[in-house]
Every structure is written in C-alpha cells, then in structure tokens.
C-alpha cells in the first residue's frame, strides 16, 4: 500500500514533472521567428552611460595608484589581479581566466641604483646624476618605488668623451656623420627624449659606435617657460626622469613569434635580440651639468633644447675639464618573472562565437596614474556598467571580453603573449579590439586613432557622448565629438583627425601580427605647447594627486572617457550589421597612394614601376567596396545566414592585409597598408615594405638590388589589395 501509494505519486510527480519542464522550456525558449534580444535596444546605451559615475573612477584610480605596481612583482600580479578578479566577480560578469606567462623583464639594482658622473684624470668621480628622483610626496618615500632606469639595458660601466646626438634619430646620427663630421664611435651619447620610441635611440647609437647612451628630459620637451612645476602644475620637475623600455620586438624576448606558455622553447640568453650598450635615464637637474661643460663646435638651432647653456655636439669636455671623461653605472638586470592578464567575458545572446574586445594594460613603472592606471580606472567602470545591465536582462548580441594586460610597458608583453597563443581563435572570431591605455592625460580634447573602417563608427559613439567641459558646451560644442572636430580637424572633409595605428600600446599584436581591426582612444592635452608627452610621464610623479588636483578635478573628463569606450564596444557587440566600412577604407587607400606619389612617384617610375598597377588595384578595390554596402542596404534582416556572410566579410576585411611573411626586418610585424615605422616604433608608415626598400636608396652603391627590392615589395602591396578586394565580393564570380 504504502508502495503502491509512493508509485502512484511517483507517476502522478513524473507526469506533471515532465509536462511542467516542458511548459517551462517551451517559454523559456526563443520563438523560432523573433531574436531572443532585440538587435538594438536604444535604450540601453542610455542606460549603460547613466549607470557608470565618476566618483567610482575616482575610487578605482585611488586603489590603483595606491602603491607602485611595476610588472612582475607582489602588488601588481597578485594584489592587484586579486582586486580586479573580486571586482569582476562582484560585478557579474559571466566567467574570468587568469592567463600567467613567465617571461623576460629587467629591473634596476635596489640600493645600488643608476647614475652617471663625470670622472677627473685622476680617477675621482664628481658631478654624480642623482640615483633617486626627489620625494615630493610622502607616498614616493615607498621602498617599492624603482628608481630610474631603462629595461633590458645591459649592466655596465662604460667611460669616454661625451656627444650630443640631438633626439638620437636615424636622421641625427646621418648629420653627425655627413655634415657636422663628428664621430660617435666608442663615445658616451647623451640624447634627449622625445621625437622617436627610446627603443629606437638605442639602435641607433648602437649602430652608430657608442659605448653607452644616456636619455635625458629636456625642459624645452617637458616644460613651458615660465612655468611652475609639479606639485604646483603639471610640469616636470628637475629631478623628474624618465623610466621605460628599450624592447623594440614586442612579446617575450625569448619567444619570439610563439606565447610563453609552459611548453615553450626559449631563446638562449645569449642569442636575445636586446641592447648591448648600457643605457640610463636622467633628469634635467643633471644633464645641464654635463652639457654646460661639452666642448666641440656649436649645434643648429633645431638641436637646442631649453636649458640656459650653449648646447655644443662635443665630443668631451672643454676647458678646466678637458681632461675628464664621462662615466656611467648601470646596474639593470634581466630576471625572470610571472605577469599576468586578467580576462573577463559576457558570453553573446545570439552570436557568442563573435568578440568584441576592450583592453588596456594594468602595469605601471610606479603610481601609473595615468599611464595607465587612468585608462584601467575606466575599464573597471564599464565592466561594472556591462554587470549591471546583465543585471536588467540585458545580454549583447555578441560576446564582449574585458582584458587586464600584464606587463604592456615591458614591450607589450601580456597582450602579445596572449595573441600569440590565441591567434586561431582569435583570426576566426575577433570583430574588433579597442584600446585604452591612458584614458586622460590632458583635458583638451578626445584623440582617437584606429583603423579607416571603424572611424565613422567611433564618429558615432563620440556624437552620443555628452561633453565634460562646461565651456565647449557654452560654446556650441555639445559632444565629445564636437570638440574633437573642433580641436583637431582632419585635413580634408568636416571630420575631426583620426589616423592610422602604429606601435606603443597594446593594439599591436591585434593589428600589426594578426590584422584585427583596432581603435585605441583617449583624451589628450593641447599639442601645441610643444610637449614630447604629458610631461611627468613615466616618473614617481605621476601619482593620484596629480589627477585628482591637476589633470581632471571632479573626474568628469574620466567618465566621458568610459561612456565613449563603452558604448563603441555595445554598438560594435550589439548592432545586426557591424559597423565597419569599407567604403572608407577604400578613400585611405586613395589617400595614402597619393601621398606615396607625391613623394616618389617620379622616382619610382623612372625605375620602372608601373603606378596604374597601384591605381588600378585601388580602383577594384573600391569597386568591391561600394557594391558590399550596396548589398547591405538591400539586406534580408530577417535572414540569418544573409547577415551572418557579410558580417563575417566586414570582419575578415582587415586580415586580408596581413602577409604570410613578416614585413622585411621585422620580426612579426605583417600588415601591408601600414606599419611602425622601420626608425620609429611610434611613427606610422603606409605602404611599409615598399617605403623601407626606398630609405636613403640613393647613398647605397648597390643600386640594381636595391631597385629590384621596391620593386618586389610593390608587388606584394597591389597582389594584397587586389585580394582583399576579392574578400568583399559575393560568393561566386558571376560571368
Ligand atoms: C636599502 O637601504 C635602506 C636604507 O639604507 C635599508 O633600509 C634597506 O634595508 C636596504 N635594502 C637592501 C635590499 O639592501
Ligand atoms: C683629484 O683631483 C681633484 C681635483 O683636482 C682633487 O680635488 C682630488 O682630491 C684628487 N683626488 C685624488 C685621489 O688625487
Ligand atoms: C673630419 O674630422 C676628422 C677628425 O676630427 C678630421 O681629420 C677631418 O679632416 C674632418 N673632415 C672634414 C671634411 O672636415
Ligand atoms: C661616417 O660613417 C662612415 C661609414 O660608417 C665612416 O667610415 C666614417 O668614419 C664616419 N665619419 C664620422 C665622422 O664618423
Ligand atoms: C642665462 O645664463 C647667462 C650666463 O650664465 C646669464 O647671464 C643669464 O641671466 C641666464 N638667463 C636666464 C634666463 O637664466
Ligand atoms: C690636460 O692634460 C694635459 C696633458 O697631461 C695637460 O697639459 C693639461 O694642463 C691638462 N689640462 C687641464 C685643464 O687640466
Ligand atoms: C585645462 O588644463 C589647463 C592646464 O592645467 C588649465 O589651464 C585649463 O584651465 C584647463 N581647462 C579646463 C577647461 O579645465
Ligand atoms: C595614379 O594615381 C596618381 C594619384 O591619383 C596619379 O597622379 C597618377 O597619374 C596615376 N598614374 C597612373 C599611371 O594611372
Ligand atoms: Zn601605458
């Protein structure tokens, strides 16, 4: 009986059970018509900005730059990661991975720190640089400070005459050579900073025979006359000098190419691509000390910088030290360590296979209060923001990954340690990654660089965003976009400027490697004044104060920042045809071939390179272009194959520009259209290959080889945008 009765309500309870599970399945799943999202909630971009606050970046930024976080140590892999995990965890999103890569970075001796001096001929030293930037703030007292220092400089003691090389450009060492007759061969080259990547002054002086390479911040590039400095303002302080990194072949030094997981093969220590004359940063507080007492014959004007002495090239001293010779102590080091990224996901509604990715890099030489603790203070802002329309029941159409890079100012390590060993996935299935590393660093105007494709898209975003500065909106500037245009106008049309990516954030190895279109954004200060960069860069003074008193009071400027990350990452995620044009890739080709023409059209076709192959290919392309937008606007909506093919061409597009091969002399640089300039990191060339083969092609005796090289080059160039156009067009040639 009593079995009889548990089978009865064991029945009756399956019955109603099974019925019960379906009824819920069949609400619970979608109406095979209707998406299960809305493809474009307007309401949610409202929502998603009004949700993110200032006062919250503010805190971030203050637990950030709370102690120094430099890669590889306590604070910055495990505090920090920690925090970001919590935070992300708190904030709801779907699943975070913690990726470790052990790799290469490079740091100072502690107590036995850098500093260069002048030594007498009987072997007394004077004149020592200061081994530690002042304290200013009690926080810069903090034994986790590392002082100054270039990373993967070999230790080293190197003694000679002394040469200024001017911001130790290919170009600087060529007129040292051709015209001024000053060799730098076995000298100590002091250079200032600004113009080029500190990477590239390495190989230069390197190539051109000194011994040793001392970098220093002159006033004329990190001050204004007349200025107060910091604390007072925001100007660079005589003692302030400048950290960073020589690495000019990103990732790991010893795994080039392939990620430094576990089963890595490592490069010998000796075979490295790094520098080999010790190199060390100074402050201008000691530079005058050793330019005022160089001898030699004056330099031009262009070379003189902002200190009150008479800038001479040397080489070595002049007068009562004639006899006396340059010293430097460098102590850096290579050591082995753990970095990590911090990667957090909210899996796509409907095309989860699809991503979108926001990234910006974690690590700081010190404080990092802008660089980049600006731009992570934001990140952790929108994913709270994301987390709480997740909240609403909200879920974008695709999936959008948050990333936390390690060690980015080691030479981009963490994220190019993770797009080598996410290459796969990421070709197949990355829609676009956008990039922050200084959110703000001045409060004049939105910069934005990117790919062509994408700029109308962050047009858009920059329209939606309200204006932080109260007297742009009084003049008639009502969005971000608005000043934008109005501050940095593009040479041609009513757009604002928005130009092609090169090196120096963590983009690189998206774009450059594996041709993922790329965006890197941020708010910057008026470039007129002439500054190389926000001028505290990368010292102990870029603290939480300065930002909090003097970049961004009130950190209204932070959060127009996040609200424009944020809403280019739904739109890129959530809208049903992807905002990628290829129309205006098409006019940023037109453009970069006549700039290509105008500088060596004639010389190229005295060569015998025939410029309608050029012409030609663009024009197809173009063609191509036009009719995918033409088949866009007559799409089926409703078809989700339809959709489905041509979001994946508007995808695909960027890759089609990636060689097989990387660029001549570079190690995995392979985008055609545009590359790190071969002098210049930071500078940006179209046409890379072809425009290497061309530098100071004159002055080579080997005129034949080096003709038949530009020559191979362009072909490569026209055989890629031909192909690329055929990457855009519908399934079959139709004859
Ligand atoms: C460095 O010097 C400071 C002050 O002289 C001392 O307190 C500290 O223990 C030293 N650290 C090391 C690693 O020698
Ligand atoms: C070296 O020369 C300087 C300047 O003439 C002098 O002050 C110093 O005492 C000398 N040192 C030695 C070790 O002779
Ligand atoms: C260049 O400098 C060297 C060594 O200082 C000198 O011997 C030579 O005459 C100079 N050449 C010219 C063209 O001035
Ligand atoms: C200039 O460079 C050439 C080629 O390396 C070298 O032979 C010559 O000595 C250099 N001249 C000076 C003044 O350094
Ligand atoms: C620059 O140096 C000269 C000579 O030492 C001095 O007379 C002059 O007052 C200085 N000018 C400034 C602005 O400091
Ligand atoms: C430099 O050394 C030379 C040769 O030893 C000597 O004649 C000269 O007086 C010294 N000059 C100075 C300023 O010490
Ligand atoms: C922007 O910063 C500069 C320099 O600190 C300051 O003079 C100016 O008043 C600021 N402008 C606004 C609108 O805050
Ligand atoms: C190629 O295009 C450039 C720039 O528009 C033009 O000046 C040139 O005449 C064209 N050359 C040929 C051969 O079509
Ligand atoms: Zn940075």
């Not at 309401?43 to 805190?59: C, G, R, V």
Request: aromatic fraction near 10%; hydrophobic fraction near 35%; proline fraction near 6%.
């Amino acid at each position: 009986m009593v079995l009889q009765r548990t089978t009865v309500i064991c029945v009756i309870s399956a019955v109603v059970g099974v019925a019960l599970g379906l009824f819920i399945g069949y609400f619970s799943r979608p109406a095979p018509t209707a998406p299960i999202y809305p493809t474009e909630n307007p309401t949610i971009s409202k929502l998603l900005m009004d949700e993110m606050k200032a006062d919250n970046i503010m805190n971030n930024l203050n637990t950030l730059t709370s102690r120094p976080h430099i890669a590889g140590r306590e604070q910055e892999e495990i505090v920090l990661v920690d925090w970001i995990k919590q935070q992300w965890t708190e904030a709801g999103i779907d699943s975070i991975v913690v990726h470790p890569y052990e790799v290469l970075l490079s740091y100072p001796k502690q107590n036995d720190s850098n500093y260069v001096s002048i030594k007498l001929a009987n072997g007394t030293e004077i004149e020592q640089s200061q081994r530690k930037e002042l304290v200013i703030d009690e926080e810069q007292n903090d034994p986790n400070v590392v002082d100054p220092f270039n990373a993967y400089s070999p230790p080293g003691e190197p003694e000679g005459e002394l040469v200024y090389v001017n911001y130790a450009t290919i170009e600087d060492f060529i007129a040292l050579n051709r015209t001024h007759n000053i060799s730098t061969v076995d000298k100590i080259c002091i250079s200032r900073y600004g113009s080029i990547f500190r990477g590239d002054k390495a190989i230069h002086a390197e190539l051109y025979g000194c011994i040793g390479l001392i970098l220093y911040s002159d006033p004329l590039d990190y001050t204004v006359p007349w200025s107060e400095v910091y604390p007072k303002d925001w100007f660079l302080p005589p003692t302030g000098a400048q950290r960073g990194s020589l690495l000019v072949d990103d990732g790991d030094p010893r795994t080039p190419n392939y990620p430094s997981i576990s089963s890595a093969w490592h490069k010998s220590d000796s075979s490295l691509t790094l520098p080999k004359i010790p190199i060390t940063p100074i402050g201008y507080i000691d530079a005058i000390k050793y330019l005022s007492k160089i001898g030699g014959p004056e330099v031009p004007t262009a070379w003189k910088g902002g200190m009150n002495i008479t800038y001479r090239f040397g080489p070595g001293f002049a007068g009562d030290h004639v006899n006396s010779s340059m010293k430097m102590s460098v102590k850096t080091t290579n050591q082995v360590a753990t970095i990590r990224n911090v990667i957090g996901y909210i899996r796509g509604g409907v095309e989860p296979d699809r991503y979108v990715l926001l990234g910006n890099h974690r690590d700081a030489w010190v404080f990092g209060a802008i660089d980049p603790s600006s731009g992570t203070a934001t990140l952790m802002e929108i994913v709270r923001g994301f987390g709480a329309m997740l909240k609403r029941g909200w879920r974008p159409r695709r999936t959008l990954v948050f990333c936390s890079w390690g060690a980015e100012e080691y030479g981009l390590i963490g994220s190019t340690e993770w797009v080598e060993e996410l290459q796969k996935e990421l070709r197949a299935r990355a829609v676009a990654y956008l990039n922050v590393d200084i959110a703000v660093e001045g409060n004049y105007s939105l910069a934005v660089d990117g790919v062509a494709s994408l700029s109308q898209a962050v047009f858009d975003a920059a329209k939606s965003v309200p204006n932080p500065n109260p007297s742009e909106v009084s003049s008639g500037r009502p969005t971000l976009y608005d000043t934008w245009k109005f501050r940095f106008p593009a040479s041609v049309g009513d757009k604002p400027s928005y130009h092609g990516l090169s090196s120096g954030s963590d983009y690189t190895a998206f774009l450059q490697i594996i041709g993922i279109s790329s965006v890197d954004l941020r708010y910057t200060y008026d470039e007129s004044i002439g500054l190389a960069s926000y001028p505290v860069y990368h010292s102990v003074y870029e603290t939480f104060e300065l930002v909090e008193n003097l970049v961004d009071p009130g950190f209204k400027i932070h959060l127009a920042m996040t609200q424009v990350w944020a809403e280019l990452a739904r739109k890129l995620a959530d809208v049903l045809i992807l905002p990628v044009d290829c129309r205006l890739y098409a006019s940023d080709l037109a453009q970069k071939r006549d700039v290509l023409y105008q500088q060596y059209g004639s010389k190229m076709e005295t060569h015998g390179i025939e410029f309608s192959q050029l012409n030609d290919s663009i024009l197809i392309f173009t063609t191509s272009a036009n009719s995918i937008h033409e088949r866009i606007a007559s799409i089926d909506s409703t078809n989700a194959y339809e959709t489905r093919m041509i979001n994946d061409q508007l995808m695909q597009l960027e890759r089609a520009f990636i060689d097989q091969n990387p660029l001549p002399g570079r190690v995995s640089y392979r985008h055609v259209i545009s590359a790190p300039n071969q002098h210049d990191t930071y500078g940006s060339t179209a046409f890379p290959a072809v425009v290497d083969a061309m530098f100071d092609i004159d002055n080579d005796p080997d005129q034949a080889g080096r003709w038949d090289e530009v020559r191979r080059q362009y072909s490569i160039l026209v055989f890629h945008i031909l192909s690329a156009a055929a990457t855009l067009n519908p399934t079959v040639p139709t004859t």
